[in-house]
């Protein structure tokens, strides 16, 4: 079973009828025991960095999360924040700790003054496959997807970015590390390019 963690932030719904539309089953859930069994873990996110890993310890869910995909190597996909918190740490809201799957940091976009671009950064933005991979398989060089945030994994040619976007800065849109995947874009909010990659998560994870 697919499992969505609820966590009390993020597009639950959303998501979980997007892969209505694959056809495929999945369950939101914020129940441990049904978390430990998943055959895979999606975690959405919207909202702060630092009260999503609040809520996550608070209840619980940050040490069986922890403990099934480390353990028992069951495939990971965060979506915007969710993404980020499968990072070592965020400066949102004051400096917090996250799951520390990927070995990089999440900090606030750094324009320049002079910079007519807007944080937070939100639209439809391409998306640059920078590496082979399966979670991108058969968007050839790039394809365009959904973003809203304020907050980024700042891209340092880090060997599990396979997607880059341009925001004043090139930043990590797209991270793949054997079974953890990440996205800063909402693949369920991305029409046909984000129905292929959740696709993609299902079947080839």
């Given at each position: ?31 441990v025991e049904v978390?430990?069994?998943a055959s895979k ?153 984000g129905l292929i ?9």
């Amino acid at each position: 079973m697919i499992v969505i963690i609820d966590y009390g932030m993020g597009n639950l719904f959303s998501v979980q009828s997007a892969l209505n539309y694959l056809g495929v089953s999945s369950q939101i859930s914020s129940d441990v025991e049904v978390i430990k069994t998943a055959s895979k873990l999606i975690l959405p996110g919207v909202g702060s960095f630092y009260q999503a890993m609040e809520n996550l310890r608070k209840s619980g869910l940050a040490k069986i999360i922890t403990e099934t995909v480390v353990q028992k190597k069951t495939p990971i996909l965060g979506i915007c924040l969710g993404m980020q918190l499968l990072a070592l740490s965020s400066t949102e809201n004051g400096f917090s700790e996250g799951f520390g799957f990927i070995s990089s940091v999440i900090k606030r976009f750094e324009l320049p003054p002079s910079s007519e671009l807007k944080i937070p950064h939100v639209g439809f933005e391409y998306v640059d496959i920078v590496k082979n991979c399966k979670l991108m398989e058969g968007l050839g060089a790039g394809a365009d997807f959904y973003f809203t945030h304020s907050y980024r994994m700042k891209f340092e040619n880090q060997p599990f970015t396979v997607g880059t976007c341009l925001h004043g800065e090139n930043f990590v849109a797209v991270f793949e590390d054997g079974y953890v995947c990440g996205t800063q874009f909402h693949p369920e909010k991305s029409q046909t390019n984000g129905l292929i990659i959740l696709k993609n998560f299902i079947e080839k994870f």
